[in-house]
């Protein structure tokens, strides 16, 4: 055989490129290589963008800036699983980054991103696609997409990944979705229970901690919470509980059971299987304050529902609630003090908690932390509700100083429930005393005064309780507590416009008070209010009313109109009708006033000088502590005096008159008496003179004392109402210038009259006493005081054109024949004018006549 010839290689073909390698140092290039469209560059340049992209946030944003986001949107769909692979760990980790998720969101790579978590794939394209939605989960559009592209079900498919970042990060991006409310309501029927309930066990504490959180999120519905009893998920939460070396867990753990203590079927049969008497006992010997805490605020949450009240009693959550007061961490007392306030709507529980808890809730009262001051006031308003053994023990561990120092509390919460807790032990009178005593009017002003109209409104309902004693009205009205009460009727929120009412209602029961509330122009809020359909009730008609009540001078003016029950006193005065929306000036300020044509004011005064002068000062805020009743005796006009004073001195008996009058004794001493005399005063009595200087004394009507005088010696001897009435009008009309003939009423020259009155006293107000002619309007004011004082009842009604007449309720005489008949009463109308006593009858064209005429 011949040798055989060695063959030579084959040249390549020429259209093949032989391998080169490219090594670059710039990011530019290699995102220029995702462009290439062989497999090999394309996962080297994924490779590569990944390390650059994992050594921080600056190298994201390059990448970003250089558009790399794009060319790797593209790669995660490539045919090739490397490349595919490397892409998404580019996309997994550079979605951290806000401007990055921003532009994920815009390419819509959720969809994609979801198609790569079917069992299949490689695990770490499982790891890096849930990383990059869990990043992406955050934004509530990316949650919506995520739902709506069905990723829920493989991502809880993926809890069972043999990889722990795989369920890490599915983990995450499910405790993410569910913060919304669609994708909760889902997730429970995709049976995402029994994994969570795996993972508990994990070795790893952050996916129990994941499991846990999520676990507390979807507990919030019902239906999780029932399946989660069936798969024996609060067994697996109380040995987390009982084991010690997961005390990392408790915390979270609690916030789960606490979710299901909510619910009345889960919490029985966490009852039935022994289990809430284990839960209470562990937290019974914890001394973790988060613990504690959390585990009150579970109780609170679940003392919601009554049933499950009635369960937790049965229990005796009340020992560890107690116990709970006692720790030396302020968030856990308040956490114990709210879940107190909880259980109080259970009775059982209510007396359980007062009897020890109250003298601790007392004592958190003096904390300097304002939370925990305001948690135990509200425990106690919440004990001493309906609750007269609670609010007793309140008063016997001296409560009341604490509860009247929390009305000064910077929390608004706190001062409204300390004004609650309050009122409630006002019902009993002995704490209503101890209450007043410890000036609760003056420490109810400044809550008065608050914006937050919760306390408003408690403030005014405490003004109502407390002012039905008159010295608390003192107190309020002395504290300036008037003003700011007055402008809470002026409120939008309808309960403080209702308790404001109530409030001025009650305060309105004495005449000082109701004065100072008419200044103050609760009058004219209140005649809006009730002009208002949807504003008005029953309480601001009432305010309305017993305000005018106890100020007559006003609603005769305003009303025209007294009824027999307005009783008119010392110190009313008639001004005329008043024209809607001008000013209701005082007695004072219109005697201040200079002499006018117009109608005179008819004062009524049927008192001493010095006894006005002791009701004034009776009625002037503190300090009055000695009022020189000799210095004042001295130089107050005697009545004899007075009725003989000459023209120009009634109405300067104000401010001035008892310097005057004592300047006047003084005539006919030396200089050197009167020089010593004003040093003494100075010297001694300076604080007396500045008092009696600052009091407006209205002057004595000493003939209308002596009217009274006569009218209860000559007509209350007398055997029938008919009679007395019928003596008084004939009295009244001697006094005002006797019977006037009807065609010749135009003659009687009354208008004269009172300006010469008036020109005498240099003042338009005009004691009734001084009228020798008086009108229609003059007698029957004049009928009513005294028919008031002798105890005739009567009413005054104000008429057009000077008009004014009195009406009587009687009763008949028994038809001939007949005995023993009950009578109803009629209504006449007295005649002053023409007729004196002549009774008409009310109805009749003669009595229309009358008051026409």
């Not at 011949?2 to 080169?20: C, N």
């Not at 608004?412 to 002995?430: C, F, K, P, R």
């Not at 359909?533 to 007294?562: H, V």
């Amino acid at each position: 055989m011949g040798k055989k010839v060695k063959k030579e290689a084959e040249p390549p073909p020429k259209d093949v490129f032989d391998p080169l390698l490219i090594e670059s140092k710039t990011p530019e290039t290699v995102v220029l290589m995702l462009s290439s469209p062989e497999t090999e560059v394309l996962t080297k340049a994924c490779d590569a963008l990944y390390k650059f992209a994992s050594k921080g946030d600056e190298n994201k944003v390059t990448l970003l800036g250089l558009g790399a986001l794009e060319h790797l949107y593209k790669l995660i769909s490539h045919e090739d699983p490397i490349v595919r692979r490397n892409a998404i760990m580019v996309f997994g980790i550079m979605a951290s980054n806000h401007n990055v998720k921003k532009l994920l969101r815009e390419l819509d790579v959720t969809n994609p991103l979801i198609s790569q978590l079917a069992p299949e794939e490689d695990v770490v394209i499982h790891e890096f696609a849930t990383l990059c939605l869990a990043h992406m989960a955050v934004e509530c559009t990316t949650k919506v997409k995520i739902f709506e592209q069905g990723g829920l079900e493989p991502l809880i498919r993926l809890l069972g990944s043999p990889d722990p970042d795989v369920q890490k990060n599915s983990l995450e991006c499910i405790y993410l979705l569910v913060q919304d409310f669609q994708n909760r309501a889902a997730i429970s029927e995709l049976n995402v229970i029994p994994p969570l309930l795996e993972l508990l066990e994990s070795e790893y504490p952050v996916i129990q901690l994941l499991a846990l959180q999520t676990l507390e999120v979807i507990s919030k519905d019902r239906e999780t919470r029932i399946i989660l009893g069936e798969k024996n998920g609060l067994d697996c939460l109380l040995k987390i509980l009982e084991t010690n070396e997961l005390s990392d867990l408790h915390i979270k753990t609690l916030a789960v059971l606490g979710n299901c203590l909510e619910d009345v079927h889960t919490l029985q049969l966490i009852q039935q299987t022994g289990g809430l008497k284990k839960l209470l006992s562990l937290l019974g010997v914890s001394t973790v304050p988060d613990i504690q805490k959390n585990a009150a605020k579970a109780i609170t949450k679940a003392a919601c529902d009554s049933e499950i009240r009635k369960i937790l009693n049965e229990e005796e959550v009340e020992k560890c609630l107690l116990n709970l007061l006692k720790t030396g961490n302020d968030e856990v007392k308040v956490a114990a003090s709210q879940a107190i306030s909880a259980m109080c709507k259970n009775v059982e529980s209510k007396c359980a908690l007062g009897l020890q808890g109250i003298p601790q809730l007392v004592q958190l009262l003096s904390s300097d932390n304002e939370e925990v001051k305001e948690a135990a006031v509200t425990a106690l308003a919440s004990l001493t509700e309906a609750s007269h053994s609670n609010a007793s023990a309140v008063a016997e561990a001296e409560g009341i100083e604490p509860l009247v120092n929390t009305l000064s509390a910077q929390r608004d919460g706190a001062i409204a429930n300390a004004v609650t807790a309050l009122t409630n032990l006002a019902l009993q009178e002995s704490s209503r005393v101890s209450i007043q005593s410890h000036g609760i009017m003056s420490a109810l002003v400044e809550p008065l005064h608050s914006t937050n109209s919760q306390v408003q409104s408690k403030a005014a309902f405490a003004v109502a309780v407390f002012g039905c004693d008159a010295v608390a009205r003192t107190e309020l009205r002395n504290a300036g507590g008037l003003g700011p009460l007055v402008e809470l009727l002026h409120s939008k929120n309808e309960e403080v416009r209702r308790n404001a009412c109530w409030a001025v209602t009650v305060c309105a029961s004495d005449e000082p008070t109701a004065v100072e509330l008419c200044r103050l122009g609760a009058l004219d809020i209140l005649e809006e209010i009730n002009l208002s359909i949807k504003r008005k009730n029953k309480f601001s008609e009432a305010a309305l009313e017993k305000l005018l009540d106890n100020n007559l001078s006003q609603k005769y003016s305003r009303l025209g109109y007294l009824s027999s029950s307005n009783i008119i006193t010392d110190g009313f005065y008639d001004c005329g009708q008043i024209k809607p929306g001008a000013k209701f000036l005082s007695l004072e300020e219109l005697s201040m006033q200079e002499l006018t044509d117009r109608r005179a004011i008819i004062f009524i005064n049927a008192k001493p000088q010095e006894d006005l002068a002791v009701e004034k000062a009776q009625d002037s805020p503190p300090p009055i502590s000695k009022i020189g009743s000799k210095e004042k005796a001295s130089s107050m006009v005697s009545p004899v005096e007075e009725k003989q004073e000459s023209s120009g001195q009634w109405c300067s008996l104000s401010k001035s008159s008892s310097r005057e009058k004592g300047s006047q004794k003084g005539k006919g001493k030396t200089e050197e008496e009167k020089a010593k005399e004003v040093t003494d005063i100075t010297s001694k009595d300076q604080e007396e003179i500045n008092l009696e200087n600052s009091l407006w004394l209205p002057p004595s009507d000493i003939i209308l004392m002596d009217y009274i005088n006569d009218a209860s010696k000559t007509i209350l001897p007398l055997t029938t109402t008919r009679e007395q009435v019928v003596a008084l009008a004939q009295f009244v009309a001697d006094r005002m210038g006797g019977s006037i003939e009807r065609d010749k009423l135009h003659d009687f020259s009354w208008e004269l009259h009172i300006s010469e009155i008036e020109f005498e006293l240099k003042c338009n107000v005009v004691p009734i006493g001084k009228i020798k002619k008086g009108t229609f309007y003059h007698r029957a004011l004049l009928f009513k005081v005294i028919a008031d004082r002798i105890g005739i009842g009567c009413s005054l009604v104000r008429g057009k054109y000077n008009r004014a007449w009195n009406e009587v309720k009687l009763v008949d005489d028994f038809p001939k024949g007949i005995a023993g008949l009950l009578l109803p009463p009629q209504e006449y109308i007295v005649d002053l004018m023409f007729e004196p006593g002549f009774l008409i009858k009310q109805g009749s064209a003669k009595a229309d006549q009358y008051k026409r005429i």
